[in-house]
């Protein structure tokens, strides 16, 4: 079975600052992992993926994420923040073709970002 | 040009009232999916087709019945809605057969059940 767990369902940064919300996953099989980006009343935005190529993954507007088999992690990070980061993140795993059928999410991490 | 596309955008509808949403890709891909977005902003996967194949029925009522009339279009009706059916619905799309396939996600059709 696969799933994902993003600790902090809030997190508060202020502009500028980095930014850093945390994904866990749990997967039987090397697992495809990715991050999305949901703002206020719109679908969900692909923001980067991991696809068993390289460990530290950039994707758009800045951030970057890091798959870190040892600790089962795949955690988002930004190095400065700004106010149009604002938004619901969803990290979300699946296995890897052609059974990649499935797609589990976490519950999501509200970012707000401070002036 | 809109990859995933999905109408209404807005439904506001009485109880025991009917109610389809529609979905459309035009991305080529042979996977489509209905997911369920609550109040928390929790997404629950509630179907997936395959070619117009029925692979993922999770757990949901026999009310929502998911219509594929061809690869490019997955369509939601619900019957008899509920107070609890309210919330977001979104299509999403992918190609399984590739080395990426990520999600790709229409806009959202927000439910109001009065």
């Known amino acids: 079975a696969q799933s994902v767990t993003q600790l902090g369902s809030h997190v508060s940064v202020s502009e500028g600052a980095l930014v850093l919300l945390r994904c866990n996953y749990s997967?039987?099989?090397?697992?495809?992992l990715f991050w999305y980006v949901q703002y206020p009343n719109q679908g969900l935005q692909l923001l980067l993926k991991y696809t068993s190529a390289a460990t530290l993954v950039k994707g758009i507007n800045g951030f970057e994420a890091e798959f870190k088999k040892s600790e089962t992690s795949f955690h988002l990070t930004k190095p400065s923040a700004h106010m149009s980061d604002a938004a619901e993140y969803f990290c979300a795993v699946t296995k890897p073709p052609p059974t990649g059928n499935q797609f589990y999410f976490g519950t999501g991490t509200s970012l707000t970002v401070i002036p | 040009d809109t990859a995933v596309s999905q109408t209404p955008k807005y439904l506001v509808t009485q109880m025991g009232n009917d109610k389809s949403i529609k979905c459309e890709q035009n991305?080529?891909?042979?996977?489509m999916y209905w997911y369920k977005q609550d109040s928390k902003k929790f997404l629950k996967i509630m179907f997936s087709y395959n070619n117009k194949e029925l692979i993922i029925n999770e757990t949901v009522p026999n009310r929502f019945s998911p219509k594929s009339p061809d690869k490019a279009h997955l369509n939601l009706h619900i019957n008899s809605l509920e107070l609890g059916d309210s919330a977001v619905y979104f299509c999403?799309?992918?190609?399984?057969?590739?080395?990426?396939?990520?999600?790709?996600f229409g806009e959202g059709s927000r439910l109001t059940v009065l």
């Open positions: 997967s039987s099989v090397p697992p495809y």
């Open positions: 999403a799309s992918s190609q399984t057969s590739i080395h990426t396939g990520e999600l790709f």
């Open positions: 991305l080529g891909h042979d996977t």
